[in-house]
């Protein structure tokens, strides 16, 4: 049995770093993508699609309420990538949610490439 691991990655955009910290065991990830530092904020859970279903992924908001849409769309892709479980965690104070969402997500696909080369 293999013990969990732990990915960090930065971003720079507008100004403002960004952080990543990817923490991935043998059936689930979690994800916490920050502004300035690394925080908790809104997250969210999502389930993998089982191949032969058609349908929405099944997600949903744990703990807080701004970003929520953001929040659980990636935990929705984590988990569609990766095929685990998925928690992810969005905090970003300085930007609404359609200015956060591709930022998030290119941090996100960079840590996730980081990941692969590994």
Known sequence: MSRAKIT??????R????????LETGNANQMFLSET????GTL???????????????SSVLLGDRNMMITR??????AKKTEKMSLV????????EQ?????LRKLMDQTLKKVEEK
């Open 8 to 13: 960090k990655d930065e971003l720079v955009e």
């Open 15 to 22: 100004d403002t770093t960004f952080y990543s910290v990817l």
């Open 37 to 40: 530092e690394d925080k908790l």
């Open 44 to 58: 969210a859970v999502a389930m993998p699609q089982p191949k032969n279903l058609v349908g929405s992924p099944v």
């Open 73 to 78: 769309l990636l935990a929705e892709i984590l």
């Open 89 to 96: 965690s969005v905090f970003v104070k300085s930007l609404n």
């Open 99 to 103: 200015e956060a969402g591709p930022i």
